[in-house]
T-cell receptor
Framework: NAGVMQNPRHLVRRRGQEARLRCSPM?????VYWYRQLPEEGLKFMVY????????ESGMPKERFSAEFPKEGPSILRIQQVVRGDSAAYFC???????????FGPGTRLLVL | QQQVKQSPQSLIVQKGGISIINCAYE??????FPWYQQFPGKGPALLIA?????SEKKEGRFTISFNKSAKQFSLHIMDSQPGDSATYFC???????????FGQGTELSVKP
């Protein structure tokens, strides 16, 4: 059983470029969560999605950040016009319908130069 | 109201000792409290979790103690081993399907 998969594992972008982070949930999981971990800090919730629906985006910055979880394919977290402050580890977690346990992927470490 | 406060920030324990990490919350609507373990460069892994209708839960060397009236919960690691050296995060959420609110993390170092 494959766990939550994220790619790329490491991503380097220059200021102003776009970053696309992908997350494939565990088999049978229809809920996806994105969290951000800044250096030396804890994890902060960003967005919660089900297939084709954004359920809770209360942790998403108002500008430049967007997320989707299409009917087919992985969930995508998109950061437009990246700035140095976006450098962080971005983690995706997934869960089954109606279950509280969230399983985390290995993360994507974004570095903005 | 949405915060979870975790202490200590770092902890050094001798091999075989007991590691204790504490968390406190404000929002009484939280009803699910997991603990995650994270090694450097890895994603958080669920260690153990508790619901507020239970005061204690034990899985192997790991125990959660929960005090609903004080709005506090703690993780105890018995017979701590060097392999337990990692960062530990407490969290809270409103189930089902709620976002996790994480504490700030505790970096545990177990000395041989």
């Amino acid at each position: 059983n494959a766990g939550v998969m994220q790619n790329p594992r490491h991503l380097v972008r220059r200021r102003g470029q776009e970053a696309r982070l992908r997350c494939s949930p565990m088999k049978g999981h229809s809920h996806v969560y994105w969290y951000r971990q800044l250096p030396e800090e804890g994890l902060k919730f960003m967005v919660y999605l089900q297939k084709e629906n954004i359920i809770d985006e209360s942790g998403m910055p108002k500008e430049r950040f967007s997320a989707e979880f299409p009917k087919e394919g992985p969930s995508i977290l998109r950061i437009q016009q990246v700035v140095r402050g976006d450098s962080a580890a971005y983690f995706c977690a997934s869960s089954e319908q109606g279950m509280e346990t969230q399983y985390f992927g290995p993360g994507t470490r974004l570095l903005v130069l | 109201q949405q915060q979870v406060k975790q202490s200590p920030q770092s902890l050094i324990v001798q091999k075989g000792g007991i590691s204790i990490i504490n968390c406190a919350y404000e929002n009484t609507a939280f009803d699910y409290f997991p603990w995650y373990q994270q090694f450097p460069g890895k994603g958080p892994a669920l260690l153990i979790a508790i619901r507020p209708d239970v005061s204690e839960k034990k899985e192997g060397r790991f125990t959660i103690s929960f005090n609903k009236s004080a709005k506090q919960f703690s993780l105890h690691i018995m017979d701590s081993q060097p392999g337990d050296s990692a960062t530990y995060f407490c969290a809270a959420s409103m189930i089902p399907g709620g976002k996790l609110i994480f504490g700030q993390g505790t970096e545990l170092s177990v000395k041989p």
